[in-house]
């Protein structure tokens, strides 16, 4: 009897282990994210996507569900990423969100306000949903995107930020492709 249950208790604890890295529904997905963010790098994204967004399938696609609001969230990851070395956001948004409003969708345009606020002295570009979908899809394939799911049940408000390298631009990458034509 002892032997049965000690097996089961480490079968438990086994099942316990593999769901420790699970998102909980409170501060565990920020936790997460600090953890990922310093192995994430140029070419790799992070998404904040409403309720409904796919659990896309490609193996480097991580999805994580938040139990929290798409303000807060969006407002958390660029908190991080302000405070990262290596990495910085290039933000798009759906390209649907622009003309969607509260007669389509009731309570679009309190969070476009919110959600521009927060965004605002940055370039957010807008691409269609789908075709982000696709471009996700593709990323996958080769480097890691986080999907952040939030509580959001509004259409089209999904952000993605595609990490690119904080401390060298396409600026120096253009000056030191000059300098090496010249060699």
Not at 77 to 102: C, F, M, W
Not at 132 to 160: C, Q
Request: hydrophobic share 40%; with cysteine.
């Amino acid at each position: 009897m002892i032997k049965a249950t000690l097996i089961v208790a480490l079968v438990l604890l086994g099942i316990v282990g593999v769901f420790a890295d699970a998102p909980s529904h409170s501060a565990g997905w920020k936790n997460l994210l600090r953890e990922q963010l310093p192995i994430l790098g140029h070419r790799n994204w992070i998404v904040v996507a409403d309720s409904a967004y796919p659990a896309q399938n490609s193996s480097g696609i991580v999805t994580i569900e938040t139990g929290a609001t798409q303000i807060e969230v969006v407002q958390e990851v660029l908190r991080q990423l302000g405070t990262s070395k290596h990495v910085t956001p290039i933000i798009y948004v759906d390209a649907e969100l622009k003309p969607l409003n509260d007669h389509l969708a009731p309570g679009v345009d309190r969070y476009k306000k919110d959600l521009y606020k927060l965004l605002k002295g940055r370039s957010v570009q807008g691409v269609l949903h789908g075709d982000m979908i696709a471009k996700l899809d593709e990323s996958g394939k080769t480097f890691k995107v986080v999907i952040l799911k939030t509580t959001m049940t509004l259409p089209y408000t999904s952000v993605f930020l595609n990490l690119d390298c904080k401390y060298w631009g396409p600026e120096k990458e253009k000056q030191l492709r000059e300098i090496m034509k010249k060699k």
